[in-house]
């Protein structure tokens, strides 16, 4: 069995073919090991770990606004009177108004990727988990914790948990939002 540099026998020809090949045409190799190799964390153009805040005071007029966007006029939102006997005692802030809080700080880190002009479209792919665990009253300061919590390389995803507190530190809501880079290559229609 014919030997190779450093001595060592080759298992079959097809080895020997493929070894004396790579031999002839050194250069080649070395353009062979300058292709692109599997992103690392950093090439993800987000970390573990990296967050983003957005905190907004919520007035009647955001209550409002948002119910004439939504159709939402439910009376938990509107009617002063109705929740002044309710447990609450007085007018609560819609959910899908927090989630949407939740989505501009997913767009504060997306935009941070775009700012890189990376060749990749970061897009949502939506919420998890959401949890509204303390109501949200007229008059309360939100504020929107966005971390980014898991990475998956191959799948070129990213999951991010949110926190929601108010200006007491109380949590007021949760959810998990995932984020997708989607190569420009790949023309969706």
Known sequence: MPALALNRPVADTRSVVAVAAWAKFPIELKIMS????????????VSL?????FSKTISESDIYLFAGITGDFS??????????????GQRIA?????????????????????EKS???????????RIRFVKPVFIGDTVTVVYTIATIDHEKRRATAKIEISNQRGEVVAVGNHIFKLVSRANRIS
Not at 34 to 45: G, M, V
Not at 75 to 88: K, L, W
Not at 94 to 111: P, R, W
């Open 118 to 128: 990376i060749e990749e479209t970061p897009v949502s792919l939506g919420y998890d």
């Open 49 to 53: 770990g990296e967050t983003v805040k």
């Open 75 to 88: 009376a938990h939102h509107v009617n002063e009177e109705y929740m002044r006997t309710s447990p609450f």
């Open 34 to 45: 300058d292709l692109p190799q599997k992103p690392s964390i950093s090439e993800f153009h």
């Open 94 to 114: 819609h959910g899908a108004l927090l989630v949407g809080f939740m989505s501009t700080t997913s767009s504060m880190m997306i935009a941070r990727c775009v």
